[in-house]
């Protein structure tokens, strides 16, 4: 059989593994078998590299991914599930830079490409870039390396700025211009992720990951087409499209547009929205106990304070004794809970939690009128019910779970303050909520020792 008929099949293949592989991520039950597939496609699309004629540097490539695979392994097996998202973070970084790295080297060996081509090239350097450096922004907030929101005076104005004097630049290399050019296109765009990003704090991090995510992948593909690489072009499409597409589902999940999220984020120093009145009503872990020992339904809603606190195995292990009682629990998700899209699903499963127990905002909203108890774990705005009420707030109109419409409301928080956004919660102050206060690893230990002493 001809070689390169030989290659071009073997890149139809890949493209099959990939594709299936991400179609049987969308669900939890299906996704190990997904990341299967979609790995043996990307082994599939190495080899095939390996085998391309005219193809050499063969010991660097190899140490590469030996360096690069040994790194990915050790980091996967030492990092824990609560650390998850700057992971993702990160990594996402690494392919937008390395396809703008790829870019770059184009560009410096002095390869000559059509106008189209090279356009391309130039875009996929841009998008790549942006997302290189706005992911490490990424990871310094979620690792608490950068503690709080940045925002230049004039952002958006210094925003647009440095976006048309890296667009100027790249019609610059399209042209042939020299390579100070390129050097500052390089430094411009990686700038622009920087300023791009820093503002953006906490609440909308689910949202800007996923962003980002779609970045490299495009990225990624229009290097691949610089390259006539279909691995890397397909890809690179597949992720770009899904990371898009995640990105809408999540903004709507929010009701802010892209650009809102972008341009005018929940930074942490959140303004506006009517003064809470009312008083935190504390319930002690007998309490609490005692109100979802004795229910018929609970419902549990995580949030990024359980997975700071590591206490999913805790959760698990509290349901399974009040299922052995005789009550229904369920988990309720929210889509942009967490700091990552799908985080709260993630660590749940690791605890061992059922999937058939795990419900979306619009699977299980309706269920909280009829449920006796909802225990807020952690989570904040994804639960505040001004998002229905305060025209004036900042999270208005956000879909939220409606926590606040079960009969009693338990709200476990290490302390008294106001969430990522720095809205203050008016659920906290309801009369049918009791905040139950502590570590939630501390807090669920005790009420489990209290569940245990009610079921002798």
Known sequence: MNIELLIQASYFVVAILFILGLKAMASPVTAKKGIVWAGVGMVLATLITFATPGMGNYMLMIGAIVLGGGLAWYLGKVVKMTDMPQMVAIYNGMGGGAAAAIAALEFARGETHDPVTTSLAVLGSLIGSVAFSGSCIAFAKLQGIMKKAWRLPGQNGINLILALVAAGLGVAIVLGANPQALIAFFVISLILGVVLTSPIGGADMPVVISLLNAFTGLAVGFEGYVLHNPSLIIAGIVVGASGTLLTQLMAKAMNRPITNVIFTPIT????????????????????????????????????????????????????????????????????????????????????????????????????????????????????????????????????????????????????????????????????????????AQQAIAEVISAIKEMQG
């Open 268 to 439: 942490g120093e959140a303004q506006g929205g009517s003064a809470v009145t009312g008083t935190m009503k504390e319930a002690g872990a007998h309490d609490a106990a005692a109100m979802m020992r004795y229910a018929q339904k609970v419902i549990i809603v995580p949030g990024y304070g359980m997975a700071v606190a590591g206490a999913q195995h805790k959760i698990w292990e509290m349901s399974k004794l009040l299922q052995d009682a005789g009550v229904t629990v369920k988990f309720a998700i929210h889509p942009v809970a967490g700091r990552m899209p799908g985080h709260m699903n993630v660590l749940l499963a690791e605890a061992g939690v059922p999937y058939d127990l795990i419900f979306d905002l619009e699977e299980i909203n309706e269920e909280f009128a009829t449920a006796d108890v909802a225990l807020v774990i952690g989570a904040n705005d994804v639960v505040n019910p001004v998002a229905r009420t305060d025209k004036s707030s900042p999270i208005y109109g956000m879909p939220i779970l409606n926590a606040d419409m079960a009969q009693n409301v338990i709200v476990n928080k290490r302390g008294k303050g106001a969430g990522y956004s720095g809205i203050e919660n008016a659920l906290f102050f309801g009369e049918n909520t009791r905040m139950l206060y502590g570590s």
